[in-house]
């Protein structure tokens, strides 16, 4: 896909279904997951009002191959980040620094990621958000006290995703300033938030469980 100006791709090699999944998230950034629609989607990839519905279904369905290709970028911000990070508490803090920077880079790409009703009529969606906790699991369940189940590590990682959600939309709405100047600042920030977050569901530190502690 090649850049024809400012909001405009063309395709080739039977290419159109990306090169209007791109078109999308370019549209969203504009105008929001509202204001999109598939005949805008159709113009800026230079092709026939019809020729999308070769591809998807219907608008929702545009929308949802947006909704993955954004999981993927996100996850694949996420596994850049960690490589070298063997630390489960640091490992689900940079979930927070991770949507930070996704939400700076890719703006509207987390509305439709989120968007209303997408996740419950394309089960694809509902799918890709789970393969990235069922990522995290792990590390959730490795800082919590013994004995805790699976509600609680899942409860942690709603916590984490409500903490970074309220730093991007703070982000975006420019309560920081310029999201592209301060986008590692207030990834740095979130990250800081959910460590502490982290830290209250975390194993103790000092006597071990059922030790008696005289103060």
Same mark, same amino acid.
């Given at each position: ?5 400012? *909001? ?99 703006? *509207? ?6 968007? @209303? *009703?997408?996740?419950?009529?394309? @089960? ?49 709405? *420019?309560?920081?300033?310029? @999201? ?36």
């Amino acid at each position: 896909m090649a850049p024809t100006g400012k *909001g405009r791709a063309t395709y080739h090699h039977g290419d159109l279904a990306a090169a209007l999944v791109q078109a999308t998230l370019e549209i969203v950034d504009e105008v929001g997951v509202r204001g999109f629609s598939v005949a805008e989607a159709a113009r800026r990839t230079r092709v026939s009002p019809a020729a999308p519905y070769r591809h998807f279904a219907d608008r929702d369905a545009l929308l949802a191959a947006a909704a993955l290709e954004i999981s993927r970028r996100l996850r694949a911000l996420y596994e850049e980040a960690v490589p070298d990070v063997e630390s489960p508490q640091e490992r689900l803090a940079m979930v927070a620094g991770s949507f930070v920077r996704a939400a700076a880079r890719y703006r *509207g790409g987390l509305d439709i990621l989120f968007a @209303p *009703g997408l996740r419950a009529a394309h @089960p694809e969606v509902r799918e890709s958000g789970r393969e990235f906790v069922d990522m995290l699991l792990p590390s959730a369940f490795a800082v919590l006290p013994p004995g805790q189940g699976a509600a609680t590590a899942v409860a942690l990682l709603d916590a984490l995703h409500a903490l970074a959600r309220g730093y991007v939309a703070q982000l975006l709405d *420019g309560k920081f300033g310029d @999201p592209a100047e301060v986008v590692e600042e207030i990834a740095a920030r979130a990250s800081q938030a959910a460590r502490t977050l982290v830290a209250g569901y975390r194993i103790p530190d000092g006597p071990a469980a059922g030790d008696a502690v005289i103060c």
